[in-house]
């Protein structure tokens, strides 16, 4: 019996031992955790407080440039010959589109104004010659007699159809050279579009037609060019029909 209480005893001795010696450790253990977790929340704090200071420069930066385009466009409206922003454009809209515009040119804007177009009246006896009796000659001789009207639009408008009658009846060197009267008369609007940019596309394809690739390609380039450093007033819709379809070199 006496042995059994000896033996018995060494057991009870190594439990408290071991509740006593792990009591620290795991103290230390959660002090440690503690402290990385604190370490955390200060680097967060660090980074939210940089953040926050970045913020603060950007948004005063911000301000400041406002200001100055607020000033710009103060100026702008008023016609003051105010210097802007390199690689910077200064527009100015009104209800019918771009009023106007100062710095980098853009190859095509978000609403383009369109001047007035000719009451389609005045070609309404041509045009009956053209389509319902089919006299291309006579219609012609209708639409010369048109073009040579002072109103920008009309003459825009007959260039267009009477190039469109010579085209019918072959004439195409007659065509080309009314197209290049056309495409003179730069922005005037024809068939919805610069009156330069329809008749350069007429153009490109009516050379292709009669088999003068060379001379087509280069008007081509050109063409593109014009379009790329935002030459004409176009819209966007415009711009990528004409580059996607016929200048994919753009």
Not at 23 to 28: I, Q, T, V
Not at 100 to 119: E, H, I, M
């Amino acid at each position: 019996m006496l042995l059994s209480r000896h033996v018995g005893a060494p057991p009870k001795l190594l439990a408290l031992f071991l509740a006593l010696a792990g009591l620290p450790a795991a103290c230390l253990g959660w002090l440690g955790w503690r402290l990385i977790e604190q370490d955390r929340v200060l680097e967060n704090q660090r980074i939210k407080e940089h953040l926050e200071y970045a913020a603060g420069l950007l948004t005063r930066e911000l301000d400041r440039s406002l200001t100055v385009w607020e000033d710009l466009l103060r100026e702008g409206a008023a016609t003051a010959p105010t210097p802007i922003p390199r690689d910077a454009v200064l527009l100015i809209f009104d209800s019918r589109g771009i009023r106007g515009q100062r710095g980098t040119r853009l190859p095509y804007y978000p609403l383009v104004a369109s001047d007035p177009k000719a009451n389609p009246s005045v070609f309404a006896i041509a045009e009956r010659l053209e389509f319902r009796e089919g006299d291309s000659a006579k219609a012609a001789t209708s639409y010369r007699n048109l073009a040579s009207n002072n109103n920008r639009a009309v003459r825009a408008g007959a260039l267009m159809r009477l190039a469109r009658c010579l085209r019918r009846q072959r004439q195409f060197t007659d065509a080309l050279a009314v197209y290049a009267e056309l495409q003179m008369m730069g922005e005037t609007p024809a068939a919805g579009a610069p009156s330069e940019l329809l008749a350069r596309y007429e153009r490109i394809a009516l050379l292709k037609t009669i088999g003068n690739e060379e001379v087509a390609e280069h008007e081509a380039g050109v063409l593109g060019v014009l379009l790329s450093q935002g030459r004409l007033p176009i819209d966007r819709a415009t711009f990528l029909t004409n580059r996607r379809c016929h200048w994919p070199k753009l």
